[in-house]
């Protein structure tokens, strides 16, 4: 893509692949000569680049899985000419770096939490982090910046907080609140929700982080969803949404189990549940879901899982292999003919997802795959109530995946569960695209659940 750097001084002009990319670089004043490589593309390096005075500022992954920063002259780019300006940790996973005329901001992710960290440049303040009240919380810096501005803004929210914009003040460490997005036309307190953070042990003594939202008069062992993804090294936010409003004011507690398969804890949390190690990102959710029922947070067969695309996925493997956990389960667009996917190099995604996946062309990758793979390993058991939905315009999981799946679930389960398929002929990968028709898609999920919850 192409872009400008914060200072206005430079073009940059970049281009990636799955887990690598360069980036060339053209000073905006200089009408002689063209863009210049800063870095070229090598397997499996990734990183970023800003300008600030004489200077070019390289987040990289240079051996160092979480990123590192360094620093080097604009008229010296080679490797051998970098400074080191903060180095590899592997409890920090350094996500990017923003530059202002007098500081800098590296926003990182310490122990599944994003933070900022700033760096002022003068008036001989120390680098210091931002201080956030909430056991868990989304923390992003907003767009539209003024580079030589003293002070920042930065949009934070909660699950149970609504997306609130706040200006910091780097000289003075104070910030002032500058507005708040509304959550509908009733009145909402938002001390009337709580909010934790909770760790589980997995089976291989990894600990998974866990957030809760619930009503304040809400008891424990209430009906609860849990929510989760696990791929492509995708983070669930921890941001507020009305949809999940909607569900703890009905009695629900609403959990998100950050599952390795994502970034919450660092590239290698994202690396640990991809290709061989895919399994890990299934027993996590198994491990956290049984922590919730051993602390009385849940009970078991009362428990709705949610998920969708690769989290739509994980629900069919989970469906499979722990029905006995579920009330029910709502799997959107889901990714549940992987085996045979992955094997017909003509759809458009097949190749590029080798690398998250494994190749079944070869033997070892095959037979793991369809270890797991939903529609390989349906079974003659009783199956939860189940909501599947696939859009007829699809392009990342074809529509067919879902109807083959539901197909064999209807033939071989024993149960009279609910198995429920819709097809939405409007919509794609992302869902309906019109305003009311989201709105409707989101309503028939939500009722779904709350009808599980008023049957049962």
């Given at each position: 893509g192409l872009d400008s750097s914060e200072s206005d001084e430079y073009i940059f002009l970049g281009a990636?692949?799955?887990?690598?990319?360069?980036?060339?670089?053209?000073?905006?004043?200089?009408?002689?000569?063209?863009?210049?490589?800063?870095?070229?593309?090598?397997?499996?390096?990734?990183?970023?680049?800003?300008?600030?005075n004489e200077s070019f500022l390289i987040v990289s992954n240079d051996n160092a899985v979480n990123f590192q920063i360094f620093k080097t002259s604009i008229y010296e780019v080679e490797r051998e000419h970098w400074a080191l300006v903060q180095g590899h940790n592997p409890e920090v996973f350094i996500e990017g770096l923003t530059v202002f005329h007098d500081f800098w901001i590296i926003s990182e992710?310490?122990?599944?939490?994003?933070?900022?960290?700033?760096?002022?440049?003068?008036?001989?303040?120390?680098?210091?982090?931002?201080?956030?009240?909430e056991e868990a919380y989304e923390l992003t810096t907003s767009e539209g910046r003024d580079y030589r501005s003293e002070s920042f803004r930065y949009w934070y929210s909660t699950p149970r907080l609504p997306q609130t914009l706040y200006e910091h003040h780097v000289t003075t460490k104070t910030q002032t609140l500058l507005k708040r997005r509304l959550t509908g036309?009733?009145?909402?307190?938002?001390?009337?929700?709580?909010?934790?953070?909770l760790w589980a042990k997995a089976r291989d003594g990894v600990s998974v982080p866990v957030t809760l939202l619930y009503h304040k008069d809400t008891k424990p062992g209430a009906d609860l969803i849990l929510h989760s993804y696990g791929s492509y090294g995708e983070m669930l936010d921890c941001e507020y949404s009305n949809y999940k409003i909607v569900l703890v004011e009905r009695g629900f507690i609403y959990a998100l189990a950050h599952v390795r398969g994502g970034t919450e804890l660092g590239k290698s949390w994202y690396l640990d549940g991809k290709l061989s190690k895919k399994k890990n990102t299934f027993t996590d959710y198994i491990d956290v879901a049984e922590f919730l029922i051993e602390e009385g947070l849940a009970k078991k067969g009362r428990i709705i899982g949610e998920g969708s695309s690769a989290g739509g996925m994980l629900m069919g493997v989970l469906a499979n292999e722990r029905p006995d956990l579920f009330l029910g389960i709502v799997a959107s667009?889901?990714?549940?003919?992987?085996?045979?996917?992955?094997?017909?190099?003509?759809?458009?995604?097949?190749?590029?997802?080798?690398?998250?996946?494994?190749?079944?062309?070869?033997?070892?990758?095959?037979?793991?795959i369809k270890s797991y793979s939903p529609y390989?390993?349906?079974?003659?058991?009783?199956?939860?109530?189940?909501?599947?939905?696939?859009?007829?315009?699809?392009?990342?999981v074809l529509y067919w995946e879902a109807a083959k799946w539901v197909a064999?679930?209807?033939?071989?389960?024993?149960?009279?569960?609910?198995?429920?398929?819709?097809?939405?002929?409007?919509?794609?990968?992302?869902?309906?695209?019109?305003?009311?028709?989201?709105?409707?898609?989101?309503?028939?999920?939500?009722?779904?659940?709350?009808?599980l919850k008023d049957k049962a």
């Open positions: 990636s692949g799955y887990d690598a990319n360069e980036i060339w670089y053209h000073r905006i004043t200089d009408l002689v000569h063209d863009f210049h490589c800063f870095m070229p593309r090598l397997e499996g390096h990734e990183y970023e680049l800003s300008h600030h992710r310490h122990k599944a939490l994003p933070r900022l960290k700033i760096m002022p440049l003068t008036g001989g303040i120390k680098p210091y982090w931002l201080q956030m009240p036309t009733k009145p909402y307190f938002e001390e009337d929700y709580v909010v934790k953070r667009v889901p990714f549940v003919d992987v085996l045979n996917t992955m094997l017909d190099a003509n759809l458009p995604l097949t190749t590029l997802e080798y690398k998250e996946w494994g190749n079944p062309n070869n033997t070892p990758d095959y037979e793991y390989e390993n349906v079974k003659a058991q009783a199956y939860p109530h189940m909501l599947v939905v696939a859009g007829l315009h699809d392009q990342r064999k679930l209807r033939a071989t389960k024993t149960s009279d569960s609910l198995l429920l398929f819709k097809i939405d002929d409007d919509s794609g990968h992302a869902g309906a695209s019109g305003r009311y028709d989201t709105l409707k898609e989101i309503a028939e999920e939500l009722a779904f659940m709350v009808m």
